[in-house]
């Protein structure tokens, strides 16, 4: 069973706007939460990431929120660029495991 | 720094053939791990090395086998290749004290017919 779920395949968010991703888990266990950005034919990059003791965490255009009662993550792209095009992954840390969502992918349009 | 490299890139096998798939890092990272990435699967993990000389079953083990070699390196073995093992693999390291993240090598796309 997936213990990280990306609901969402695909996303699509015009150049200068917010986008959003999300991302829910099962194990109230995990007590790490990363993202990476993956371009086709290469593997993937870290973003940024959260610890399950924060809420929230920065890093110049990209923020991610942790609400551990909903189980739920979400990261923020403001403002939104071309070059961010690409597939996302959330990522949870279990013990010395990682448990990855299936990706969204992000298109913004120029 | 290279950082995490694979090899080979591509690879095409018949059922029933084995090979290994080499993985190695410059970074000094204590942890390595290999993934394979299927279409609406996401990353699985396969098999980790917390540290040099252990290793441990991951989501996905069976039908391969892993050698820790040294801290650099964590190879992948295929023994009888079949057609589910038709994937893109990635291997990933990560160091102690840098926040979990870890680093990829650009992956290995194997095929077996």
């Known amino acids: 069973d997936q213990q990280v779920k990306q609901n969402s395949p695909s996303l699509s968010v015009q150049e200068g706007r917010i986008s959003i991703l999300n991302c829910d888990y099962t194990n109230s266990m995990f007590d790490y939460f990363l993202w990476y950005k993956k371009y086709p034919a290469e593997g993937p990059t870290f973003l940024i990431s959260?610890?399950?003791?924060?809420d929230k965490n920065e890093d110049g255009r990209f923020t991610v929120f942790l609400n551990k009662s909903a189980k739920h993550l979400s990261l923020h792209i403001v403002p939104s660029q071309p070059g961010d095009s690409a597939v996302y992954f959330c990522?949870?840390?279990?013990?010395?495991?990682?448990?990855f969502g299936t990706g969204t992918s992000l298109t913004v349009i120029p | 720094n290279a950082g995490v490299t694979q090899t080979p890139k591509f690879q095409v096998l018949k059922t029933g053939q084995s090979m290994t798939l080499q993985c190695a890092q410059d970074m000094n990272h204590n942890s390595m791990y290999w993934y394979r990435q299927d279409p609406g699967m996401g990353l699985r993990l396969i098999y980790y090395s917390a540290s040099e000389g252990t290793t441990d079953k991951g989501e996905v083990p069976n039908g391969y086998n892993v050698s820790r070699l040294n801290k650099r390196e964590f190879s992948l073995r295929l023994e009888s290749a079949a057609p589910s093992q038709t994937s893109v693999y990635f291997c990933?390291?990560?160091?102690?004290?840098?926040?979990?993240?870890?680093?990829f090598g650009p992956g290995t796309r194997l095929t077996v017919t």
């Open positions: 959260i610890s399950s003791i924060k």
């Open positions: 990522a949870a840390k279990g013990g010395n495991q990682f448990y």
């Open positions: 990933a390291s990560t160091g102690r004290g840098q926040g979990y993240e870890q680093y």
